[in-house]
Structure formats: structure tokens, C-alpha cells
């Protein structure tokens, strides 16, 4: 094999990709991921061994989240970027390194062979191919540090918008060290890799709490929200991913120039926020999830701005590379790059809204509405009437069905889901999953839509904080006694993050779909399985009538 990868949903077989990435990834890129995450573990091994003499760099765990967050599956496709990111972690490295050697004298030790390679920009193509997955022999405990990394992965993420927006949280940002450099430890036994998963799920649920805390002061608490569908007759941008503090300096910066702005995929939610509401120009939302983007941005007309993952490589019948922006951690070859904030001041979006201004409007693809915004404030807001309507039997469960989105067919499984059950069920949604439904006319209970969307994928963490909520309101001494389901879709790492997450709260029974990972060893999955009832989807008139037995 020239590659192996197998981090996402879509991984080959649902074993791993050998040759290129289902998602599109060539060798030479999957390679290079697998150096920068290498080299990332040696500045958290460096990192980890600082700690223990009272040394902390914020700004270093940034830059692993950084890197960690590139590697995301679709996120970023720029070959020479990685390879200068994977230069800058080596030079890192060797800087803590002997700022260590020094605190320590001859006592140091922080040089072992995982950390110590000397090797030169030309050498980075032959030496990725030696510290990839397989690098770790033993299934099993490679099984354990894959997960801890993708989970990683997701946490890193979702620090990095939150520091974006001025707040961090340097406890995950240590424990992001000393968990990476973890899986460099041969010495770490199959039960303490397991206890650090669950930890890994435990910060992964600090770190959501940080965003939602980011987002929610920054910008408001999301509020219920009609989103138009339709198109207006201006130019427009569309802008994808996640990030809002790239969201919120484009409204500003092209406010009044005569552009519409217009939401894509997981970028939808920014309607629920108050502080957004105020431009005009903010028209709607655009297309469906990441996977349909090809046609979507194609048909869109104007500029593209994507802030983060998902991007789908373009096809030779694509033309809009021209128009096409990245800006963060995203990046894609022949797509034009947004710089990183200096010195305080705000992105330069002016090329990007110059670039709109000479486009024709988007072409109409649909119309009409859809309402979200059901984030826990607003949930909770509504306890009363939602606990009188579960005692009156109005509302006979809550299905969580949250995650991401993707290509495979199989996933019709969750549209048909939502349409079977039964007419006094609601359903808890957040993340780019929610397109396999969210348009869908179910109806309300009571004047409580069947469909409340909480917002991105990492406002899973809203759906959490309404479940713990509602125990308490019932007076349950178990969070798995409330009439609630677990059907989740999961595409990448930021769902993996969010299940762990989940699994650290104490939920149990959740069904995972449209398979288990595949990172998951036989016995690694026996273990979570045993342990926490996880389970795969099978088919919706079988998982509803489980669900109500």
C-alpha cells in the first residue's frame, strides 16, 4: 500500500484507504498528514515534559490544535502548506527542546528516538511513509491511539474557534499535550489507553462548553428562527464551514458594497444568533450539506468562502475555482487564501467582495423556509411546557439525531427515520445531519416543532445540556432513564469527538450509523459495546420499533 487512512466514515471497505482517500485525498497528501501529526506528538512530548517543570506556552498548544485541526478529513488539501506547517512544528520542537535541556542539565531526557529524527524538506516524502497508523504494530493499542487522536482532532477544533474569539481553556489545551505525547508511550498498557479515551471524551465536553460560552457571549444566546431559501438579485458570497468570527467580519466588511451574504451547510445556524440579524444583506441559507457542494457552488454564481472543513475536490466540470476563498485552517491548491488576523485587526476580505461584486446573482435552487435555533437557553426556556407535555403523553420521546452528513446511499436510513416515527416524537438535531430532514414538514406537538435544531455539530453539546436538564426536572438518577434515543450519523473527527463526549456523560445505548468506525479494533469495539451499549444502525423500521420497546 502507498497510504493508509482511516479516520473517516467513508474509509475504504470500512477498513481503510491503501491507495487515495474515498474523500478524495491523494498518497502524497495522506502522507504528509501522517508527518505533521508525528511531528506535532514530538512538540507535545517536548511540551508535556516542560509542564512537569511548571512551563506553559499557550501559544504552542495553539499551534498543535492548529495542526491537528488541518488534518481534519476535507479541511485542507494545500500539499505545500503542510509541508512549511510541518517545518515549523520540527523547529518548535528543537526550540523547547533545549529551552528543556537547559532546566534540566544532565538529567534530561526528553530526547527519545520518536522525537529526535534530523531530517531536511527533501527527506519529508520518503520519511512520512515510516511514521504513519501502522506505525504501532498491535491492533489494539493502535485502535486506542488512533481514537485518541481523532478525538483530538475534534477538541482542537473547537478550541481553536473558541480562541478566536478570546477564550481558551488551558486545561484542555494541557491535556491536548499530554495526550498526544501519550500515544507516543509504549509503555502505557491497553487499560490506561482506555482511561485516557475517556478523558479525551470528558475535555472534549469542556472544550464544547468553552465554544458554546464563545459563541453564546460574543454573539447571543440562538434564538427560534425562520431562514429563507431562496435567492435575492444581487451577487452574492457563500460562506461554508464553521467559523463565525470569519462570518461576522465579512457581514461587517461588506455591508452597504451592494453583495448579498448567503449560509452554507454548517454555516446555517449563524442566522439563529442575534448579533447577526442586523445586516441586511444577510439573506439566507444556500444548497444543502458539504457533500453537495460540487453542484451547489456551481450553481451559486458568485464567490465562495470557506472558513473549514468540508471541502470536496473540484471536478474538471467545476469553474468557480476562480471564485473559490479559503481562510483558517481550511486551504485547497489554486483556491485563493485569506490570510490569518495580525496585530488585533480584522481578515481582509476586500478581494473576496471584490471578486462578488463582478458575478451574476445565484441561481434559485429552491424556496421557501426553515426554522431553527432550538439551542439549550431556548430549549430550556420551554422546560415547563415540554415536561407537561411528556406527563400528558403529547410527547412520547426524544430522538437525538445529530452528526454529520455524507454520500454513501445508506444514509437515507435517517430521512426515513424521521419520516416513519411516530407523530409524538421530537427530534433533537445539530450538526450537517440534520439536511436529510430538516426540510421535511413533520409538523409540532403543542406548538413544539417536531425538528429542533440546535445549530452545528459541536451544539451537540446543547442537546446534552437539555437531556441532563430534564433528569433533573424529572428527578431521575439516570440521564438513560428519560425517553430519549441516541441516532447519530458521524462522517469525521469532530463527531467522534462529539461521541465521546457523550459516552463521558453517562449515556448509554446510543446507535452510531452508517458504521462503527473503522479505527475501532475488534476488541476495542467489544470493550465500548460491553461497556456502553453502543451500536450500529441497521434499518429504520428496526431501530424505531427498538427504540420504543
Request: with cysteine.
Amino acid at each position: 500500500m502507498s497510504m493508509f487512512c482511516y479516520q473517516c466514515q467513508e474509509t475504504a471497505r470500512n477498513l481503510g484507504c491503501t491507495m487515495r482517500g474515498v474523500c478524495g485525498k491523494p498518497e502524497s497528501l495522506a502522507n504528509l498528514f501522517d508527518l505533521l501529526i508525528y511531528t506535532l506528538k514530538g512538540v507535545a512530548h517536548v511540551s508535556t515534559k516542560l509542564l512537569k517543570q511548571g512551563v506553559y506556552y499557550p501559544e504552542d498548544a495553539l499551534f498543535v490544535m492548529g495542526g491537528l485541526f488541518r488534518s481534519i478529513t476535507n479541511a485542507n488539501w494545500d500539499e505545500e502548506l503542510i509541508r512549511s506547517v510541518v517545518s515549523q512544528a520540527i523547529a518548535l520542537r528543537d526550540k523547547r527542546k533545549e529551552e528543556l535541556c537547559k532546566i534540566l542539565g544532565e538529567k534530561c531526557d526528553a530526547c527519545p528516538d520518536a522525537v529526535t529524527f534530523a531530517i531536511e524538506p527533501d527527506d519529508y516524502d520518503d520519511f512520512a511513509t515510516k511514521v504513519g497508523v501502522l506505525r504501532t504494530e498491535n491492533e489494539d493499542v493502535r485502535s486506542l491511539r488512533e481514537t485518541i487522536v481523532y478525538g483530538l482532532k475534534g477538541i482542537s477544533a473547537y478550541g481553536e474557534h473558541a480562541a478566536m474569539l478570546g477564550f481558551m481553556d488551558d486545561d484542555v489545551n494541557k491535556f491536548i499535550m499530554e495526550a498526544l505525547a501519550a500515544t507516543l508511550d509504549d509503555s502505557l498498557s491497553a487499560d490506561q489507553l482506555v482511561g485516557l479515551v475517556l478523558k479525551t471524551g470528558e475535555n472534549a465536553v469542556k472544550i464544547m462548553a468553552k465554544l458554546d460560552e464563545a459563541n453564546t457571549t460574543t454573539y447571543g444566546n440562538p434564538e427560534p428562527t425562520k431562514v429563507f431559501l431562496g435567492v435575492g438579485k444581487n451577487p452574492g458570497i457563500l460562506v461554508s464551514g464553521h467559523d463565525l468570527k470569519d462570518f461576522e467580519e465579512l457581514l461587517k466588511q461588506s455591508e452597504g458594497k451592494g453583495v448579498d451574504i448567503y449560509t452554507h451547510s454548517e454555516m446555517l445556524p449563524a442566522h439563529y444568533y442575534p448579533a447577526f440579524k442586523k445586516y441586511k444583506h444577510f439573506v439566507g441559507n444556500y444548497g444543502g450539506s458539504w457533500w453537495h457542494q460540487l453542484e451547489d457552488f456551481q450553481n451559486f454564481n458568485g464567490a465562495i468562502l470557506m472558513t473549514t472543513n468540508c471541502i470536496v475536490p473540484l471536478r474538471k466540470e467545476n469553474t468557480y475555482l476562480d471564485k473559490f476563498f479559503t481562510t483558517g485552517m481550511a486551504g485547497y491548491p489554486g483556491a485563493k487564501h485569506i490570510a490569518d488576523r495580525k496585530d488585533g485587526k480584522e481578515k481582509d476580505f476586500s478581494e473576496l467582495i471584490a471578486c462578488a461584486l463582478k458575478c451574476p446573482a445565484p441561481k434559485e435552487m429552491e424556496n421557501g423556509y426553515i426554522t431553527g435555533g432550538f439551542a439549550h437557553a431556548t430549549v430550556l426556556s420551554l422546560a415547563d411546557k415540554i415536561v407537561d407535555a411528556v406527563k400528558s403523553g403529547a410527547i412520547k420521546r426524544f430522538v437525538v439525531m445529530a452528526g454529520c452528513d455524507g454520500r454513501m446511499p445508506s444514509r437515507k436510513y435517517f430521512t426515513e427515520v424521521a419520516e416513519k416515527l411516530p407523530k409524538d416524537t421530537v427530534i433533537l438535531t445539530a450538526g450537517c445531519a440534520k439536511y436529510r430532514y430538516i426540510k421535511l414538514d413533520l409538523g409540532d406537538i403543542g406548538g413544539i416543532p417536531r425538528i429542533l435544531d440546535a445549530g452545528q455539530c459541536n451544539d451537540s453539546y446543547s442537546l446534552a445540556i437539555i437531556a441532563l436538564k430534564l433528569k433533573e426536572v424529572f428527578g431521575l438518577d439516570d440521564v438513560n432513564k428519560l425517553p430519549i434515543s441516541f441516532d447519530l450519523g458521524w462522517y469525521e473527527q469532530k463527531a467522534v469527538a462529539v461521541l465521546l463526549a457523550l459516552l463521558s456523560l453517562g449515556f448509554k445505548n446510543i446507535q452510531v450509523g452508517p458504521t462503527l468506525p473503522g479505527f475501532l479494533s475488534p476488541n476495542v469495539a467489544k470493550v465500548i459495546i460491553d461497556t456502553f451499549g453502543l451500536k450500529q444502525t441497521t434499518d429504520a423500521d428496526s431501530d424505531i420499533a427498538a427504540m420504543f420497546a
